[in-house]
């Protein structure tokens, strides 16, 4: 197969669309965020990277605090404005029309709007180069109830953003199902998965 070597870049295929939010001087302020992951699974962590001229890290190194909100397709627009707009310049909570609340961590405001709400610590701050990739656990999770099946959060009821940055740049709803994870790959060979090993043990 022919390739085409390009330069290295910042290239992931999708991302998550989430909306941190932090206080910052007292004020509440959401920033839209694409590099977000889970960082750890047992204590369950949280990563974002935060390029450093943003105002929101100012929130984050106040109070080492920050929460990650998840919205749905719905929230579109919302979710793409407050990734233009500084909070240094204007109150997007405001602009949004968020409901905005705190839960169990003070500095950590979440979006009602948003389906899912997650608060977490910051334990490390560390500078990457233009990013500074902020690390912690989390620590409390609000979900709607209405996004819940058998008493688990619902990818499907929540209808969540994902984002392609390129060609384009474009947010997108999740896509087909292609198969059940952790079952499909059998059809290669008939291993034992990790879970399935652990139990053996
Ligand atoms: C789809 C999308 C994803 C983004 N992802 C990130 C990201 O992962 N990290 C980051 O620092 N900025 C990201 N940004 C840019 C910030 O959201 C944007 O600069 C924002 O206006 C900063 O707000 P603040 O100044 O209130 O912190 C993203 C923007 C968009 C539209």
């Not at 694409?34 to 106040?62: D, Q």
């Not at 003070?106 to 180069?129: D, M, S, W, Y």
């Not at 688990?152 to 087909?176: L, R, S, W």
Request: net charge neutral; aromatic share 8%.
């Amino acid at each position: 197969m022919n390739k085409t070597k390009i330069d290295v870049m910042p290239l992931l295929f999708p991302h998550p669309t989430v909306m941190v939010g932090v206080d910052v001087n007292g004020k509440p302020d959401f920033v839209t965020v694409a590099w977000a992951t889970i960082a750890c699974g047992t204590p369950p962590w949280m990563a974002i990277a935060l390029n450093r001229v943003r105002h929101s890290l100012k929130g984050v190194r106040e109070n080492m605090v920050f929460s990650v909100n998840i919205p749905n397709t719905a929230l579109v627009k919302e979710t793409d404005y407050c990734g233009i707009a500084t909070g240094a310049k204007t109150d997007k909570a405001k602009d949004c029309n968020f409901k905005v609340f705190y839960g169990e961590i003070a500095g950590a405001p979440f979006i009602e709007q948003c389906p899912v709400n997650i608060g977490c610590t910051a334990e490390h701050i560390l500078k990457l180069g233009s990013h500074y990739l902020i690390a912690g656990p989390i620590k409390e999770i609000l979900v709607s109830e209405d996004c819940m099946t058998y008493g688990k959060p619902d990818a499907g009821k929540i209808d969540p953003i994902v984002y392609m940055t390129y060609p384009a740049g474009t947010y997108n709803k999740v896509g087909e199902f292609l198969g059940p994870a952790f079952r499909i790959g059998k059809e290669i060979k008939d291993v034992k998965d990790d879970w399935e090993r652990q139990l053996a043990k």
